[in-house]
């Protein structure tokens, strides 16, 4: 089997739901960080771009604007050589991270030496569905079903207790591991300082790329100013706090807009793309459990992706953790025999924001440059899925310090 390697990655600021974002397509923003990832790559410059073997990106939603294979369009769009194929994959928060997975193993397989992966998701654009009637010119009102985000449309063959909210299922996890308001409230404030810090320190430039005639420098829902001590006055949501209540709209990550792309490349592609390769993917990793139970799936899924990797706990040196809750993050660390402080230390989504089809990607690219800044060898990237599902992916620096 070839060697598949992280050659560079990009993305887009965070958009808030409604904010600075809400008006530009998803297909024109996955074209844009496409079109911008190419321009990085001296091989793909100039009609170079022929030798890249297949687009794969991530989306969540699919019911709006980014429907008909937002890949493929988006490609399209970028201006890359109508040659190039494209692949939409869908596996909810997780897609991009998934078309990473499907794009390192096009190249361990020897079908491709040059995959461009990624993902993107408009939740402010995400539309209201009216569903087909049973029969033609029904009686009754009929309701618009927003896409935005969670169960729509749902078959009544599901059991009840797997169809709850996102919310209401991370209230379940919370108690059943035992993680309290304080310390959900402690990690969204760290995620807060830390992203700022980062924006702050330089660490995202090279990462984030402008939205043309966009005036967005930063991920939009970055609070730097936030605090443990103003997180605790908000009031739950899902739950009443008489009630148990614990997950509120400050430690949970919010709804938002944005893109990221990825270059995957063999081990020949260094000649190709004329730059040098930032990581190995090393190991994958998916798993599934109950729906209800989606935010702790990322545990099984690492677990697995280390012993693909053939490395255990001890050796890895950062973690990228995509923070949908606070609640369900906590939960899988505590599970994790690891320093807290290696995971997320450049901020995490419920201060960056999680742009469901573009998250994953944003992880893998995190840390693969946070590696090469660091020189530490081993990463992981992972991120738990609605219905249940995780995916984890090791990264391995190709240039370690000793």
């Known amino acids: 089997m070839a060697e598949a390697f992280v050659y560079d990655a990009v993305r887009t600021s965070f958009g808030r739901y409604g904010g600075a974002l809400a008006g530009i397509r998803p297909d024109d923003l996955a074209a844009h960080v496409l079109r911008a990832l190419v ?21 969540a939603n699919g ?20 040659s190039v194929p494209g692949s939409t994959v869908n596996r909810l928060c997780g897609s991009s991270l998934d078309a990473a997975i499907v794009g390192s193993r096009q190249i361990a397989t020897g079908e491709a030496d040059v995959v461009v992966v990624g993902g993107v998701e408009s939740m402010s654009r995400a539309p209201w569905v009216l569903p087909k009637t049973e029969k033609p010119y029904p009686a009754g009102d009929l309701g618009l079903v927003s896409t935005t985000l969670g169960w729509r449309l749902v078959n009544p063959a599901m059991p009840g207790e797997w169809t709850v909210s996102l919310g209401e299922a991370t209230e379940q996890l919370r108690g059943e591991r035992g993680v309290t308001r304080e310390r959900q409230d402690a990690f969204a404030a760290r995620s807060h300082r830390l992203a700022a810090q980062a924006w702050d320190s330089g660490f995202y430039d090279d990462l984030v790329v402008p939205v043309p005639g966009v005036e967005l420098a930063r991920d939009e829902s970055i609070r730097p100013d936030t605090d443990e001590a103003r997180l605790a006055t908000l009031r739950t949501v899902f739950r009443r706090a008489d009630e148990g209540g614990t997950v509120t709209a400050g ?32 190991g994958r990793g998916a798993s599934a459990l109950e729906p209800q139970r989606f935010g702790y799936a990322p545990v099984a899924a690492a677990q697995q992706a280390l012993e693909r ?8 040196a950062a973690i990228e953790l995509n923070e949908a809750f606070a609640a369900q993050s906590l939960a899988c660390l505590d599970a994790w025999p690891v320093d807290p402080e290696i995971v997320n230390r450049h901020g995490g989504a419920i201060a960056l924001g999680h742009p469901l089809g573009a998250s994953g990607g944003r992880v893998l690219g995190t840390l693969a440059r946070d590696l090469q800044r660091s020189g530490e060898r081993w990463g992981l990237a992972c991120i738990c899925i609605g219905v249940g599902q995780g995916l984890a992916v090791v990264l391995e620096n190709v240039t370690p310090r000793p």
Request: net charge negative; hydrophobic share 45%.
């Open 251 to 282: 430690n949970a990550s919010p709804l938002n807009d944005g893109a990221s792309a990825v270059l995957l490349g063999s081990e020949r592609a260094h000649g190709l793309l004329g730059l040098d390769p930032l990581a190995r993917v090393a």
């Open 39 to 59: 321009d990085r790559a001296p091989g793909l410059r100039d009609g170079g771009a022929a030798q890249v073997d297949e687009v794969v990106l991530g989306n």
């Open 63 to 82: 019911a709006g604007e980014e429907n008909r294979n937002v890949a493929r369009m988006a490609a399209l769009l970028a201006g890359l050589p109508t």
């Open 309 to 316: 990797a053939g490395i255990d706990w001890s050796d890895v």
